[in-house]
Nanobody, 125 residues
């Protein structure tokens, strides 16, 4: 049973923007830490951003590499988590994955149980 469904990837020129979406079941959306990870070919997986569920849905974390450019946020009416990516750089090129994990440590180093299939983001210079 598919628990997380991503969409929104694509190809953009450096400086452009993309918004990734991650649809989840109501249970997962409302009880799990939600996160975005990425992995470029030949590189380790990197945690990009995380966000707690309500009532702490305003608490987020960002990797230094994306801070100030990316925003993670929730749409409670749609059970969807978004990653708004602005000022994209070629080094942002990667497969991006949505994940859901334990709220006890809502950081990339935490424990993530559910993973999406991934969506490709390609940024050209």
């Amino acid at each position: 049973q598919v628990q997380l469904v991503e969409s929104g990837g694509g190809s953009v020129v450096a400086g452009g923007s993309l918004r990734l979406s991650c649809g989840a079941s109501r249970y997962i959306y409302s009880t799990y830490c939600m996160a975005w990870f990425r992995q470029a070919p030949g590189k380790e997986r990197e945690g990009v951003a995380t966000i707690l569920p309500l009532p702490d849905g305003g608490i987020t974390y960002y990797a230094d590499s994306v801070k100030g450019r990316f925003t993670i946020y929730r749409d409670n009416a749609k059970n969807t988590v978004y990653l708004q990516m602005n000022s994209l750089k070629p080094e942002d090129t990667a497969m991006y994955y949505c994940a859901a994990g334990s709220i006890s440590l809502c950081r990339p180093s935490g424990s993530f149980t559910y993973w999406g299939q991934g969506t490709q983001v390609t940024v050209s210079s």
